[in-house]
């Protein structure tokens, strides 16, 4: 049995700037905070770990004095800012400088959508931590849609400036643009500058969905290999399924059914922007064994 890891799969830049400087910081000392999962992946979370990476919250944060703290690549509120200051602790920023830019933009859309008595639509998922972070940029006055069910919390009558959280899958962002458009016209309303519309889709991902897609077609069997909780996982696994029913959602080698590789002669492994290399290697390795 022919056995092939997707050379594109695994972590994005982002990613591996904030484990770089995770490791460098633990290098010399042997504890350090970080503010969530430093990625949305449970067996590098438990490496990183056993190297002396403490994961805490928010709540924690506000109870932390006087040390470092990590702030992942989703980034963060102003507010963990303000935390950070007044307890007189250190932040490692390594928040992605995609998420930064998208802060950014999102805070000066913020002002002139204001200005027009418009509202900010964030396409994305409600309580995520990048999105939380974006809200944080804006006082929270956004509407967040992660589908097209949501969109009747927006008032078509009113400007509206459209941006996405950065793992989103780029048909459900067209998809809800255009229902946005298609209800606007509905209701007599075709200003195309009332409707402004930011793909701030970040390309690290978007950009391994049609490559993935390909891969999920040469083989027999898919192996998906990424945390529960990572989002672009969940996009990216969806689209190896449509190529390819035959496609399987891991996070761990122990949740391997040999059943599935009884008749197939390849299998390809892949993951997410979350997955790490190493993970992917044991779980060939495990496959391997299993024929
Ligand atoms: S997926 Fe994109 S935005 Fe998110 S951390 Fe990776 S590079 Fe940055």
Not at 159 to 188: A, V
Request: aromatic share 8%; net charge negative.
């Amino acid at each position: 049995m022919n056995i092939e890891i997707d050379k594109y799969s695994g972590f994005c830049f982002g990613v591996v700037y904030a484990i770089q400087m995770a490791e460098d910081e633990l290098k010399n000392n042997n504890n350090l905070y970080c503010l969530g999962d430093i990625v949305h992946n449970n067996k590098e979370v438990e490496r990183l770990n056993n190297l002396g990476l403490e994961i805490i919250d928010h709540k924690d944060l506000k109870n932390l004095k006087d040390c470092k703290v990590l702030i992942r690549a989703h980034g963060e509120p102003p507010e963990t800012y303000k935390i950070a200051l007044k307890n007189n602790i250190q932040l490692l920023d390594a928040s992605c400088p995609v998420v930064l830019k998208l802060q950014h933009q999102i805070k000066e859309g913020y002002k002139q959508v204001s200005n027009i008595n418009g509202q900010v639509i964030i396409f994305g998922k409600e309580g995520h931590a990048e999105v939380q972070g974006l809200l944080g940029q804006i006082g929270g006055d956004a509407i967040v849609v992660s589908e097209i069910s949501d969109l009747n919390k927006i008032n078509f009558e009113k400007p509206i400036y459209m941006y996405s959280q950065t793992t989103k899958s780029p048909e459900t962002f067209s998809d809800i643009q255009n229902e946005i458009t298609k209800r606007r016209l509905d209701i007599g309303i075709n200003d195309p500058l009332q409707f402004v519309v930011n793909d701030t889709l970040c390309r690290q991902v978007s950009g391994r969905e049609p490559q993935l897609k390909k891969f999920a077609k040469t083989h027999d069997i898919i192996v998906f290999v990424s945390g529960k909780k990572s989002s672009n996982g969940k996009m990216l696994f969806n689209s190896c399924k449509v190529e390819n029913p035959n496609s399987y959602f891991i996070s761990d080698i122990d949740e391997l059914n040999p059943n599935w590789f009884t008749s197939a002669s390849s299998v390809g492994i892949c993951g997410a922007t979350s997955t790490p290399l190493w993970l992917m290697e044991l779980v060939s390795e495990s496959i391997d064994k299993i024929k």
